[in-house]
C-alpha cells in the first residue's frame, strides 16, 4: 500500500472513474477536480463517494475547471499532489468542429495551465504529470501500425488541441526537468463509455432494439476502423507510466483494427441478429436478416468534415519497458458493453414500466 496522493482531473469520465478505482485500491489519497453542472454529472463516481466528516477519508472531490488558472492553482497548492493525472478534456471529435475554440482552450491550453501551476507552486521536482495525448493525433495515415515515432497530422479541432498539449508536456519536461509523460491512447471502452461515442451509441441501440424501446439506430461512417481497447486495461498503463523512473511517451493500444461495421454486426450478434447491408453510401441500410426489418440507416450528419480512417496502434514499447499489455479481446469487449446495457434497460424497464415502452412508440 503506498501513501501517495494523486490528482485527477476528468474524474467524472469514463477513465477519470476507472482510474479513481485502480488508485484507491492501491491506498493513494484520490483528490478529483469536477464540473460543476446543473444535472447530475457523477454516477460514474458515486460508488466511491466517502464522506468527507468522516475519518480516514482517501477520496475527495473539488470543483474546478481546466480554463480557470486560479481555481488549478489553488487546488493544486491545497492538494500537494504527487502524481497529477490530466485527463479532463472535451473529448467528442465531432462536438469539437462545433466548439473548436472551447475545446483549444480546455483541451490544449488547459495543459498548461495544470504544467503552469505546477511551476508557480514549485512542484517541478515533486509531483508527475500524465497527460492524456491520443491516436487521433495520427489523423490522416502517414504509416500504420502507429508507434511513438510515427508523424502527427491532426484531422480535427480536438486533435488540434489535443497536439499542443502533447507538445507542451514534453517541453516543460525538456525545459523545467519535469516528470511529464504522455500516454498516446487508442480508443478504450466500457459499459460506463459516454453514450454519444459510436461504441456505445450502438450496445445501447441493440439492448434497445431488442427491448422494443427503439425501431432503429442511425450511423455515419461504418468504414473508419479503430483499434478498440478496454479502458480498465488502459488506466492501469496510465499508472505505469507514471510509475517509471525517467518521464516519456508510450502509445497505449491493442494491435489490432476493426470498422464500425463489424462493431455493429459483432453487437447484433449478441442479441442473436444478422445484419445483411444492402445499398450503398448514404443510402446503405442494415438489415435484420431474418425479418428484412431495417436496423440501420445513415445519417449524414454523423459525418465528420475531415475523417480519421484507420487507426491501428503498435504497443511494442509500452510491452517492453512497462510491462503493459490489453487483456481483454474484441468480442469480449462488444459482449460486455451490450450485456451491461441490457441489464441497465431492463432495469429501467422494472422500474418505469410500460411508460418507456409506450414512449418509444
Ligand atoms: P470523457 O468524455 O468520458 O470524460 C472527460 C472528463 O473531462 C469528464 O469528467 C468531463 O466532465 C471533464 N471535463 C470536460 N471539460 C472540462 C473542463 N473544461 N474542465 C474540467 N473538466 C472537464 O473522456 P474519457 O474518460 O473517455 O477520456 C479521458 C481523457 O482521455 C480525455 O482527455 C480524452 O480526450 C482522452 N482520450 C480518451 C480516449 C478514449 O478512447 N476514451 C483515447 C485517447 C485519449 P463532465 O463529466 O462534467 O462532462
Ligand atoms: P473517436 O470516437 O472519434 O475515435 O474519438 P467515436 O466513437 O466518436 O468515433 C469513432 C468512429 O466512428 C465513426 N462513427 C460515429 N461516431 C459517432 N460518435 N457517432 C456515430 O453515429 C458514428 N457513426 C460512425 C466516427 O466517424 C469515427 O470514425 C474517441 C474519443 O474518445 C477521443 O476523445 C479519443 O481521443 C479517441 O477516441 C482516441
Do not use: C
Amino acid at each position: 500500500m503506498t501513501s501517495k496522493v494523486a490528482l485527477i482531473t476528468g474524474i467524472t469520465g469514463q477513465d477519470g472513474a476507472y482510474l479513481a478505482e485502480l488508485l484507491l485500491d492501491k491506498g493513494y489519497f484520490v483528490h478529483g477536480l469536477r464540473r460543476r453542472s446543473s444535472s447530475f454529472n457523477s454516477a460514474r463516481i458515486e460508488h466511491l463517494y466517502q464522506d468527507p466528516h468522516e475519518e480516514n477519508v482517501r477520496f475527495l472531490t473539488h470543483y474546478g475547471d481546466l480554463t480557470d488558472s486560479t481555481n488549478l492553482i489553488r487546488i493544486v497548492q491545497e492538494t500537494q499532489p504527487d502524481e497529477i493525472y490530466n485527463l479532463a478534456a472535451q473529448s467528442h471529435v465531432k462536438v469539437s468542429f462545433e466548439t473548436p475554440e472551447y475545446t483549444a482552450n480546455a483541451d490544449g491550453v488547459g495543459t498548461l495551465r495544470l504544467l503552469e501551476a505546477l511551476r508557480i507552486l514549485k512542484l517541478e521536482a515533486k509531483t508527475r504529470f500524465y497527460q492524456a495525448s491520443t491516436s487521433e493525433l495520427y489523423g490522416l495515415v502517414q504509416e500504420t501500425p502507429q508507434r511513438e515515432t510515427t508523424p502527427f497530422y491532426p484531422r480535427s479541432p480536438y486533435a488540434a488541441a489535443k497536439l499542443y498539449a502533447y507538445w507542451i508536456t514534453v517541453n516543460y519536461r525538456e525545459a523545467y526537468g519535469l516528470h511529464a509523460s504522455n500516454g498516446i491512447l487508442f480508443n478504450h471502452e466500457s459499459p460506463i463509455r459516454g453514450e454519444t461515442f459510436v461504441t456505445r451509441k450502438i450496445t445501447r441501440a441493440v439492448a434497445a432494439i431488442e427491448l422494443g424501446l427503439q425501431d432503429r439506430l442511425y450511423l455515419g461512417n461504418l468504414d473508419a476502423k479503430r483499434d478498440w481497447g478496454h479502458a480498465r486495461d488502459y488506466v492501469e498503463g496510465m499508472w505505469r507510466i507514471l510509475q517509471q523512473d525517467r518521464p516519456d511517451d508510450y502509445v497505449l493500444a491493442t494491435g489490432e483494427t476493426h470498422s464500425v461495421r463489424e462493431f455493429v454486426e459483432l453487437a447484433f450478434a449478441e442479441v442473436g441478429r444478422t445484419i445483411a447491408w444492402t445499398g450503398s453510401g448514404v443510402d446503405e441500410t442494415g438489415i435484420d436478416a431474418k425479418t428484412g426489418k431495417v436496423l440501420i440507416e445513415i445519417d449524414p450528419r454523423y459525418f465528420r468534415p475531415t475523417e480519421v480512417d484507420l487507426l491501428l496502434g503498435d504497443p511494442t514499447k509500452a510491452h517492453e519497458a512497462l510491462g503493459w499489455r490489453h487483456t481483454t479481446p474484441f468480442p469480449d469487449l462488444v459482449r460486455e458493453m451490450v450485456a451491461a446495457d441490457l441489464v441497465t434497460m431492463r432495469r429501467e424497464i422494472a422500474a418505469h414500466g410500460a411508460r418507456l415502452r409506450d414512449a418509444a412508440e
